[in-house]
């Protein structure tokens, strides 16, 4: 049984120095000496989680795509998908609430699975994480270039010319290098970035939002369930919905940011799974209201409209802001915007260094020794900062739009969840959680995981599905792949690569090494 301090509250009388100090004892039950700094308290734990979801940047980089496969009605697929991840939000806050370590789904499989399977997950949601860093890296240009053309009165050009391109990678380098560079100078930094940030994206789109749906309701309170962009016939018309999903897919992940950043958040069993369940439940409202006033205020014919978004004419959530805001005020939506992508960037980024460093310090990563050293005085791993940044650079060099990049990342972290799911249930029919924990499903737990692994299996189907826009094949980039490997899809060749290099690196590397410090711990 854990200690009984360890279910304590922040309220519970505490002061610091022994909150702090029980929390090292408690990761010293892991087999780690306390090495990052412990300075995120509740609404930091949230502000980290609820970037990484960050509904601004979901919504703005795939907008285009839920709109113009599934019309208004693509609107439905914000809750669906919601109350899915609240389903496995709820299973991973009562795992994060046993396990307040570096490395969430790695962590986790650690404990409750094998070494090879708990290495495979880890490996897949590293490169997860990398790509969705990259993903919305190169979103930033997207609202950024614009912003600074009317500001400025530059012509830097935009769309998807090579030209535009060129300028979109240029900015997305600059941004990751500025990431990276917070990201070495310590977690206090990022999390006054991040929780300012934050501030900015819910204020902001609570008064956008408020703002269309006030004054500018072009369309009727109904619009969202018409359904004629669907097509006819059930089968169609489903399979039309799934496809639009992915938009709401790319946005609602990323909330065990607040258990992957466990060793620098104060009573982390405590606040880790609360910030978890808060950050999808904050970003399933904010964005839902924002989405809903967007569609509402869509000038002339709806219909209309999501033809030219397909035709790629007019570019939402960006032209239905500018076609009825004044310019000062549209501006001031792509800032808040920018702010709030930013701070997304920020807190991937964390998320994977943290990811990583939990891994390299426990020898499952190549070289890892001699890049995760934690510095003394900014009490980071630096060198895993710059290996994580360098890595999510890769991707930039052969750059074919945010979207492309956002469906392999977007369907990979899905699989690791999903991974981290069966470990969990396979741990409960074998009698987990003995012990007591802040945060307890109780008789609950077998059923809501069994819920979780439906609608994570289900959505990896969905992920698989080839399709143009949400799983084009690889002929369909720019300097297609010829023959045979060209008709396969964008998702199914990203996977397989990161398994096959992981696969080749595991057997001849990691198979045979003695076992990581903690692997034995009893939650």
Known sequence: MPDSTLTTPPTGGMRTAERESADSRDLARFGYKQELKRILGPYSSFAVAFSYISPSTGIFTLYFLGLSIGGAFFFWSWPLVALGQFIVALNFAEVSAHFPVAGSVYQWTKYLSGRGYSWFTGWIYLFAGILTVTAVDVTVPLVLIPLLNNVFGLAIPTGTAS???????????????????????????????????????????????????????????GVVFNTQELGSGFGNQAGTFLAAMFMSLFVIYGFDTASTLAEETNNPRWAAPRAVLAAVIGAFIIGGVFMYSTIIAIPGDIHKYVADTAAGTVAPPVSIITSNLPS??????????????????????????????????????????????????????????????????????YYSGAGIVAIAATGMIYLSYLLGNLAVLRARLKGWPKADAPFKLGGWGTIINLLALVWGGSMIVNFLWPRPLSNPALSALPNPVPGTLGNIPIFEATLAIIVIVGAIYYFAVQRNKPAAPGERVVA
Request: charged residues 5%; glycine residues 6%; hydrophobic residues 60%.
């Open 328 to 397: 000062w005020a549209a501006n001031l939506y792509l800032f808040v915007v920018f702010a709030a992508i930013y701070v997304c960037c920020l807190a991937i980024q964390t998320s994977t260094i943290r990811l990583a460093f939990g891994m390299a310090r426990d020898g499952k990563l190549p070289f890892g020794r001699i890049y995760n050293k934690v510095s003394p005085t900014l009490h980071t791993p630096v060198g895993t900062c710059l290996v994580v940044g360098a890595l999510a650079a890769l991707p930039l060099f």
């Open 163 to 221: 030209g535009a391109l060129q300028a979109q990678v240029i900015v997305a380098a600059i941004i990751l290098i500025t990431t990276t560079a917070l990201n070495i100078y310590g977690v206090r930094l990022v999390a006054i970035v991040n929780n300012t940030g934050v501030v900015f994206e819910i204020l902001g789109m609570l008064v956008f939002a408020l703002v269309l749906l006030i004054f500018y309701h072009h369309q009727s309170a």
